[in-house]
């Protein structure tokens, strides 16, 4: 029987490389649901394309616009988030593709979970917000959470067969991104094109800029606690400037285990929708001759303060991950905008995480209302 996918945020650079592996192994899979929020027009070419049951644009606004251009077409078409949340519960969905960017993630999620629905989570701000509840809801659910996100495909690749054995630590690896070897003070000059401009990923603007600020590998030491159930302790990063070593696991009986490949997220992707087989692909196949020279050093914490915050909010749990994030979200958009500086970014996440309140236990309502508060002052901390 065929997979039926809906995938969350088509339009994006996880939502484009998943329609193209469907419909390169039709086969396995059929497109049921797809949404967008902006790209109307490249949302109205996939409709018209991969011909799914439903699609939902988020951005209301934008809704008539994609209504007269789909007005030939069978596919259901709805808007708003609520419309999103709705659909992924339909009998007709198997697996739900979580590549939305940020916050606006985590309602279909649930939704998605709640439906008992296989997610191939890429979206990893879900985790970093709401990691507990998530994986409780997973839990209760019965379903599983089959990571899109390379190092956590890596190692979920690396713990198949090790039911029994516990993990001893597990070892991130990180490129280091476009600004690498670079000094706080060189930090302070750089610009939006040298921050979008990343070595080894072609990715949508937010995670490239998480990326160069080093905060995206920040987030996936929490997304990986929350998806392997591990403590900070467990959790070492490497920067790898080659991104071929995806990412590695420690064994007690001091073994290591790595995944490797080109860096191409198609990979991860193909083996999320096909878990627990493997597909044939064309993909480039990766030479050694080619990389002599794979090399691991110590991240510069320092230069890279994201990664401290990161663990920090780890550490403290409650809703300061939460917090983390919003002011991230925040502060990346008013970066990207040219509002503020490169340097800004983890100064401003720092002076949420220290002055708004602290929850210990939040509710769903509490990570919301954190999220808008946080999103309020950060703004308010930059006009
Ligand atoms: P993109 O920016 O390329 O795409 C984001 C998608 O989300 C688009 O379809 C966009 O729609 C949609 N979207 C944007 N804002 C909203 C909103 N407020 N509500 C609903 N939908 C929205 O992002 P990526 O594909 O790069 O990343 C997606 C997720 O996957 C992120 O969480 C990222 O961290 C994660 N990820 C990405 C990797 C990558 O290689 N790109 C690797 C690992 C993880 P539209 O374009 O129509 O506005
Ligand atoms: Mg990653």
Partial sequence: ???????????????????????????????????????????????????????????????????????????????????????VQMDTVNIVVTAMVGYAGLDPTISAIKAKKTIALANKETLVVAGDIITKLAI???????????????????????????????????????FRNF?????QKVTKAQALNHP??????????DSATMMNKGFEAIEAKWLFDLKPEQIDIVVHPQSIVHSLVQFQDSSIKAQLGLPDMRMP???????????????????????????????????????????????????????MNAANEIAVEEFLNEKIPFFKIPELIETAMNNLSFILKPSLDDYCQTDLETRKYVKSLIK
């Fill in 1 to 87: 029987m065929k997979k039926r996918v809906a995938i969350l945020g088509s339009t994006g650079s996880i939502g484009t490389q998943t329609l193209e592996i469907i419909s390169s192994n039709s086969d396995l899979f059929e497109v049921e649901v797809i949404t967008a929020h902006n790209n109307v027009a490249l949302f109205a070419q996939q409709i018209h394309k991969y011909q799914p049951n439903v699609a939902v644009i988020t951005n209301t606004n934008k809704y008539d616009e994609l209504l007269r251009l789909t007005a030939n077409c069978d596919t259901k078409i709805y808007c708003g988030i609520q419309a999103v949340c709705d659909v």
């Fill in 200 to 209: 080894n990923w072609d990715m949508g603007s937010k995670i490239t800029i």
């Fill in 183 to 187: 000094t706080a003070d060189q930090l």
């Fill in 140 to 178: 209760e659910n019965k379903t599983h959470i089959l990571p899109v996100d390379s190092e956590h495909s890596a190692i979920f690749q690396c713990l198949v067969g090790e039911v029994n054995n516990p993990i001893e630590k597990i070892i991130l690896t990180a490129s280091g991104g476009p």
């Fill in 269 to 323: 992707i193909i083996y999320a929708l096909a878990f627990p087989n493997r597909i044939k692909t064309n993909f480039e196949r990766f030479d050694f001759m080619k990389y002599p020279n794979l090399e691991f050093h110590k991240p510069d914490t320092k230069v890279f303060r994201c990664i401290d915050l990161a663990y920090q909010a780890m550490h403290k749990g409650g809703n300061i991950p939460c917090i």
